[in-house]
């Protein structure tokens, strides 16, 4: 199929689905995260079954021996770890209860709730959304529509990135199919976002997202009830895999995802390709959470550089150090910064804690 073709048929089935509400706001999302789970966990399991995938997995330093421990005795490699945690809950019941959790009928409430409270919040697709004013720049957060005038430098640095952007992928495109590329290339380009609104509603979807799950996350330690009923269950995986990334109660999966991902939806009210590709991103950034692999090839793919990025570590070491109720540490999972701010981060130091 030619090129212009292929997009010409994207182009087709965006404008479908810009115009149905239930499926843009409610199916897509939910869709879009059930298929960056599975993929991503599909991927990291994978990967895990390769013995030389060893060498990129958490490490922590050995605790001291025990008196009268003979000296020769090794710590358990993290492969023993999950082995052994694997015959008391077994790898298939972690994924049955993960894909409960990512296709079952919470995500049935969740895709009506967005599909519902999200174009009433003002979250407007290409098709809907007035034109942008001459002389700004098209740049839509929090559901504000082109509210940077091209003359400030900020509007001129913002359409001299999108500008950037456009020219490169158009001439990618038209390397690989010269005739016809560009036609299929104007077409989709309406309907996408510009580069630098996708950037920054993505970055400011990881940023309120994480700060949700931060608290729906922190109370279920601090509140013991919450902890016993609901959280204890997910700390059950003290050395977890991707595939233990929801095994997780039906009330925890809604304080530490449905609630965040939809409050934080309804704030940036993001154009609706941004927020299907965040949705898959953040499950995928969950399940990489999960995998005990600080791995410097998946890290760069998994945008684990940004400034206040969390290592993969840092919800590792909440499982190892940190499963029990009050005075838990590393909540977040996007970002060290809200831990750091509320006064729950640390490195190092988590090792120290006594384990209650
Ligand atoms: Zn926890
Ligand atoms: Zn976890």
Request: charged share 15%; with cysteine; aromatic share 12%.
């Amino acid at each position: 199929m030619p090129l212009s073709a292929a997009l010409g048929v994207l182009s087709w089935a965006l404008v479908r689905a810009f115009q149905n509400r239930w499926l843009c706001w409610g199916l897509l999302p939910s869709l879009a995260a059930a298929v960056g789970f599975i993929c991503s966990c599909t991927i990291l399991e994978t990967l895990l079954t390769f013995s030389f995938m060893d060498r990129y997995m958490v490490r922590y330093p050995s605790a001291p021996p025990a008196p009268g421990a003979p000296a020769e005795k090794k710590d358990a490699t993290r492969r023993d770890l999950f082995t052994k945690l694997q015959q008391r809950i077994s790898w298939w019941t972690q994924l049955r209860s993960s894909l409960y959790q990512v296709l079952g009928p919470l995500n049935v409430i969740g895709i009506a709730v967005n599909a519902y409270l999200l174009p009433l919040a003002g979250a407007v697709t290409p098709l809907d959304a007035p034109r942008t004013p001459e002389g700004y720049h098209p740049l839509s957060i929090f559901g504000v529509s082109g509210f940077v005038p091209i003359a400030h430098p900020v509007g001129k640095l913002l359409t001299q990135l999108d500008i950037r952007v456009a020219t490169g992928v158009r001439s990618l495109l038209a390397a690989i199919d010269p005739t016809s590329a560009s036609v299929g290339a104007e077409e989709l380009s309406g309907l996408l976002p510009t580069f630098t609104t996708h950037v920054i509603q993505f970055f400011f979807m990881m940023l309120i997202a994480d700060f949700f799950l931060y608290w729906g996350h922190r109370l279920q330690h601090d509140i013991e009830y919450a902890w016993k009923h609901f959280h204890s269950l997910h700390h059950q995986l003290s050395t977890p895999t991707p595939v233990g990334t929801a095994f997780i109660d039906n009330t925890d999966a809604l304080l530490q995802a449905g609630l965040p991902l939809i409050l934080t939806g309804l704030i940036v009210r993001p154009h609706p390709v941004t927020l299907w590709l965040y949705m898959a991103f953040h499950l995928t950034n969950n399940a990489l959470n999960h995998s005990g692999l600080e791995c410097w090839w998946i890290n760069l793919i998994a945008l684990k550089w940004l400034p206040m990025r969390s290592g993969n570590s840092h919800h590792d070491t909440h499982h190892r150090f940190s499963h029990y109720g009050k005075n838990a540490k590393n909540y977040a999972e996007m970002f060290w910064l809200w831990d750091y701010v509320f006064g729950t981060y640390s490195d190092g130091a988590m090792k120290l804690v006594k384990v209650g």
